[in-house]
């Protein structure tokens, strides 16, 4: 099988790359066997990530160390240079769970019997939610074709990865509960363990039933029909599960999260607890539907979710009269009135931005509070604004909708508009101030670079010079740089908006004056910038030599040399460059063209010569002016001229007279 | 040279002291005179024959400190001098001073020593222009040249008027 080829991780986990794990593959990560070195024996494999999704690295965290019966506990993760990919990738090692899947992605499973999910699925699975819980972290990757067994005599049933992508981007939107399901992909955010609990009550039903009750059902109608309808009654349907399964899936479907089974409901009702089966608590109907684009509207959901997708028609039928009458008198929520008031008369100080659309966005929160923020058709889980700018410089959003809502503060409106605040959410008010500082400053090293690294602290560089080697790390950078343009002859080292942005973020020496000197439309002050910055990460953390680093940054240094004003002392400097650059080192670098001592030498030489030569000007104006008067000046000196002369010999005659005399 | 004149400076006080000292000196000069006319009659009778050119030169002089009466008075005295000395050798007779003054001989020395005072005083002007000139150009020719030096040790922006230092 292949050549052998290893890639090893934290130095004794041998990562097989012709060994792939088909059955373990995910959406977003390919599976690989494993072989630790230390215990030959352990059976493990690893999920190469996909670069693009950034990982949960906080759930890694939250997970390390724990004995959880019911999901894959990852045993070791970290980068490593993936060769099918030719870059370097994130991987994940997990114990390798022996007995497959329980329903395969592809379909074709047997439904799983009512008994092999109470004994077998449920018991670990519930006590590990608790736990995972109780970390403070959320699966968000519940779905049945993620369970496997662990064990070749499949008597234990656990969960797979959760860490590979962003939470719930790989989930189809039946997993998701209706608010989640409103957000985009890459902007669902961790959410709480109610999410989990609701992916868990499908994953039920899918199971039970052996395939995906709404499968036919495009993403759309299946929202709608879950706002319509409710969640259970537009999975379930017609569908018959055990009756004993009902209650259990009644309770975890429900889209009342308030009403929502919670972890020790569910290990209540394994230890045979047994109640009625709750009945749906629907949205708050109105008793006449609001026509808006040809459909009508009997819940604020819907008409939100509406509003929203027609954003053009919206603002008209935010302010005409029929709306504030179906408001008022059909949907009679007078909390939901005053907010809706709230939303229309407020918000204007929005600047540039589109008032309109900031209208209906706001108009939308306030019908639907608990759905996710949308604007311009960015639709953003207030938790999930780092992953959501991550996703929208990979293309999956746009950026300018995801930064226009922080700017428009709509989710300070959406955070004012929460009936119940969670304790999670209060400092997010402070949050999305920072964010919204940062955003509108559109110097390198901010704006929606700085705010993604800053809010996604799992999303790697994506400078190009950089990308493919996954830097996390700020002290990553400069030997990424320096490996990159070993291999790049003709690319030039500079600190893009992404790299200025990560290093804003991450670096924590990094100073706002080297950033605007990036970021300054002189090329010396360009370089000067870019070698402070590069140097003071080399001496933070190596590498002891960067030389084509230097090499090359040293070409654009001699307009940084402009900045001495001595001829000779330029001279001097831009011979020593390229000595200097061939021994790495950045910091010799900056401390030859920056030097204080030679700095201030130079710049006190110029201030004295530049008075001397205001005192030379000064003196040939003199000259000048006194050009005309100085045939007068002659006059005078030639009469005391004369008048001395004529005195001497007047008296050396005098005194020749008197020797002759005498 | 006439404006030449009136710029020129005088030593010591205001107008009215200048003036003051100037009858002083002129009461003393008189007076000096008179005691030789009283003492040495043909003495003080060849010198005011002889110091005519003076005269003349004292009124011409528009110099406030007199360089021109100076000049030619000290070369005019120069040439009376010895015919001062031989007159006094002789004795003070009024014939003696006749025949001094008789002689063309006498009268090229007493007004010869004048001229040469006048010569001086009409050459040397031109003289000290050829120096004022000289050392004016010597001056400028050393600052451009070090206004050069300054300028190719630091660039243009020396001047003051070039791109400021960054």
Redesign the interface.
């Given at each position: 099988m292949g050549d052998g080829r290893v890639v090893t991780l934290a130095g004794h986990f041998d990562i097989h790359v012709d060994r792939p794990a088909a059955e373990l593959w995910t959406p977003h990560a390919s599976a690989y066997v494993v072989t630790d070195r230390e215990t030959p024996s352990a059976s493990l494999f690893a999920l190469i990530c996909d670069p693009q999704m950034p990982p949960r690295i906080d759930v890694l965290e939250a997970l390390r160390g724990k004995r959880l019966e019911g999901m894959l506990v990852p045993a070791i993760w970290g980068i490593v240079e993936w060769p099918l990919a030719a870059r370097r990738c994130f991987a994940i090692v997990y114990d390798r769970p022996g007995g497959g899947p329980l329903a395969p992605a592809a379909g074709g499973a047997a439904p799983v019997s009512e008994d092999d999910l109470v004994r077998t699925v449920l018991p670990p699975l519930a006590s590990s939610l608790g736990q995972l819980s109780a970390a403070g972290a959320t699966h968000r990757a519940i779905r049945a074709d993620n369970f496997h067994y662990r064990d070749s005599a499949r008597r234990v049933a656990v969960l797979g990865d959760c860490c590979s992508t962003p939470p719930g981007l790989a989930q189809p939107l039946l997993y998701e509960t209706i608010e989640s399901a409103l957000a985009n992909p890459w902007a669902r955010g961790d959410g709480t363990a109610a999410d989990d609990l609701y992916a868990l009550g499908v994953s039920m039903v899918v199971l039970l039933l052996g395939c995906n009750p709404a499968a036919e059902l495009p993403d759309d109608q299946l929202l709608l029909e879950k706002m319509n309808r409710g969640s259970y009654a537009a999975l379930v349907g017609n569908e018959r599960l055990p009756s004993s399964m009902v209650e259990p899936v009644r309770g975890l479907l429900t889209d009342d999260v308030r009403e929502r089974w919670t972890v020790q409901d569910l290990e209540l009702w394994l230890h045979g607890r047994r109640l009625s089966p709750k009945q749906p608590a629907l949205q708050r109907r109105a008793t006449r539907a609001f026509e808006f684009n040809g459909e009508s509207h009997l819940t604020a959901r819907t008409l939100a979710h509406a509003l929203t997708r027609k954003p053009a028609a919206a603002p008209q039928a935010l302010r005409s009269p029929e709306f504030e009458t179906w408001l008022h008198r059909s949907l009679s929520d007078p909390e939901r009135s005053k907010l809706v008031g709230s939303a229309l008369a407020e918000g204007h100080d929005v600047g540039a931005l589109g008032q309109e659309e900031v209208l209906t966005a706001r108009a939308a929160i306030a019908l639907d509070p608990a759905a996710p923020l949308r604007y311009k058709g960015a639709s953003v889980a207030i938790d999930a604004f780092g992953s959501a700018l991550a996703g929208a410089f990979r293309g999956h959003l746009s950026l300018a909708a995801v930064a226009e809502a922080v700017v428009a503060r709509l989710p300070v409106f959406w955070l004012s508009s929460q009936s119940v605040m969670r304790p999670e959410l209060v400092p997010l008010h402070k949050v999305f101030e920072r964010m919204r500082i940062q955003l509108e400053d559109r110097r390198p090293g901010f704006g929606p670079e700085r705010v993604a690294y800053e809010n996604c602290r799992t999303l790697h560089c994506l400078s190009p010079l950089i990308e493919a080697h996954y830097v996390l790390d700020p002290g990553d950078v400069l030997r990424a740089m320096e490996a990159s343009l070993e291999q790049r002859p003709a690319e030039e080292p500079q600190i893009d908006r992404h790299l200025a942005g990560f290093l804003g973020a991450r670096f924590k020496l990094a100073k706002v004056e080297w950033l605007d000197e990036i970021g300054s439309a002189d090329p010396g002050l360009r370089a000067l910038g870019t070698l402070k910055m590069l140097a003071s990460l080399q001496s933070a953390s190596g590498p002891r030599s960067a030389r084509h680093t230097a090499i090359r940054l040293a070409r654009q240094l001699p307009a940084t040399l402009q900045r001495f004003h001595n001829r000779a002392r330029r001279k001097t400097l831009l011979e020593e460059l390229p000595r200097l650059a061939e021994k790495g080192s950045l910091t010799e670098l900056l401390a030859l063209v920056d030097g204080a001592a030679e700095r201030q030498r130079d710049s006190l030489g110029f201030a004295a010569a530049a008075r001397e030569w205001a005192r030379i000007e000064r003196e040939l104006g003199h000259l000048r002016v006194d050009g005309p008067r100085r045939p007068q000046r002659a006059a005078l000196l030639g009469a005391q001229m004369a008048a001395g002369a004529a005195m001497f010999l007047a008296w050396a005659a005098a005194l020749g007279l008197v020797v002759t005399v005498s | 040279?006439a404006?030449?004149r009136a710029?020129?400076?005088a030593v010591g006080g205001g107008p009215a002291k200048r003036s003051r000292r100037r009858g002083i000196a002129f009461t003393l000069l008189l007076a000096g005179f008179a005691v030789l006319a009283a003492s040495a009659l043909p003495l003080a009778l060849v010198a005011l024959a002889g110091l005519v050119p003076t005269m003349v030169a004292a009124l011409l002089d528009r110099?406030r400190?007199k360089?021109?009466t100076?000049?030619?008075?000290?070369?005019n005295?120069?040439g009376i001098?010895?015919l001062a000395?031989q007159l006094s050798a002789r004795g003070t007779s009024m014939t003696d001073a006749l025949q001094v003054l008789s002689s063309p001989h006498n009268w090229l020395m007493m007004y010869g020593g004048a001229a040469?005072?006048w010569a001086?005083?009409l050459?040397?002007?031109?003289?000290?222009?050829t120096?004022?000139?000289v050392r004016?150009d010597q001056?400028?020719r050393q600052?451009?040249a070090?206004?050069a030096e300054?300028v190719?040790?630091?660039?243009e922006?020396?001047?003051?008027r070039g791109a400021p230092?960054?």
């Open positions: - | 040279m404006s030449a710029t020129s400076k110099y400190a360089y021109l100076r000049t030619v008075g000290a070369m005295a120069a001098a010895p000395m040469i005072g001086l005083f050459a040397m002007p031109t003289l000290a222009r120096i004022v000139d004016a001056a400028q600052l451009k070090r206004a300054l190719e040790e630091w660039g922006e020396v001047k003051g230092p960054r």
